[in-house]
Nanobody, 116 residues
Framework: QVQLVESGGGLVQPGGSLRLSCAAS????????WAWYRQAPGKEREVVAT???????NYADSVKDRFTISRDNAKKTVLLQMNNLKPEDTAVYYC??????????WGQGTQVTVSL
């Protein structure tokens, strides 16, 4: 079973930056597309960004031009560079494959808090 370990979250002021990392323990990492999700208190989990096997990317409108998703196949890691953070970006961030359901395995996530 794949293991997902997210890290890099923290407390940052509005306008600041964070870089999230997700380590995936799967032998087929290179053959999968990956995504970053987030879940704010009282809200549904939402997709923030996706990256395909070839490196093609897609972003939610709310983070476009501020967030950048990337992957390092050698390290089996998915990254999310977050710039110009806003209070509404506050959430627990998770990585997984695109379209992952609630019934699938999820890591513990990493908390991002944007506040003065």
């Amino acid at each position: 079973q794949v293991q997902l370990v997210e890290s890099g979250g923290g407390l940052v002021q509005p306008g600041g930056s964070l870089r999230l990392s997700c380590a995936a323990s799967t032998s087929i990492f290179n053959f999968k597309a990956w995504a970053w999700y987030r879940q704010a208190p009282g809200k549904e989990r939402e997709v923030v960004a996706t990256i395909g096997r070839s490196g093609s990317t897609n972003y939610a409108d709310s983070v476009k031009d501020r967030f950048t998703i990337s992957r390092d196949n050698a390290k089996k890691t998915v990254l999310l560079q977050m710039n110009n953070l806003k209070p509404e970006d506050t959430a627990v961030y998770y990585c997984n494959t695109p379209l992952a359901s609630s019934y699938e395995y999820w890591g513990q996530g990493t908390q991002v808090t944007v506040s003065l």
